[in-house]
């Protein structure tokens, strides 16, 4: 059974920095992309930043010089790297973890529950 395991949200000021990490823990084989994503109340969910299994990496243009997204792939966990937040940013923020388990060695996507992220003026 894979499981993905949010952390580091919170309230914090204009300004302000925190990080985000998203564990993955279970019987994994491999991963391959690893993307963050946000939804805020009465709006899409958006595609943040993703990372790919050589580490290339792509941002969504509201963050971009802002967020930096990192992966650990001895620790299967990556990370989201957020400075100069903006009232903006202000979301619920889920991590989406491409990887194959070892039941049957197929690459599926994976969710996690969630984080809230709350920037204040």
């Known amino acids: 059974q894979v499981q993905l395991v949010e952390s580091g949200g919170g309230l914090v000021q204009a300004g302000g920095s925190l990080r985000l990490s998203c564990v993955a823990s279970?019987?994994?084989?491999?991963?391959?992309?690893m993307n963050w994503y946000r939804q805020a109340p009465g709006k899409q969910r958006e595609l943040v930043a993703v990372?790919?299994?050589?580490?290339?990496?792509d941002y969504a243009d509201s963050v971009k010089g802002r967020f930096t997204i990192s992966r650990d792939n001895a620790k299967n966990t990556v990370y989201l790297q957020m400075n100069n937040l903006k009232i903006e940013d202000t979301a619920v923020y889920s991590c989406?973890?491409?990887?194959?388990?070892?039941?049957?060695?197929?690459?599926?996507?994976?969710w996690g529950q969630g984080t809230q992220v709350t920037v204040s003026s």
């Open positions: 989406n973890i491409f990887l194959a388990p070892y039941s049957d060695l197929r690459v599926h996507d994976y």
């Open positions: 279970g019987s994994i084989w491999t991963i391959d992309t």
């Open positions: 990372i790919d299994s050589g580490g290339g990496s």
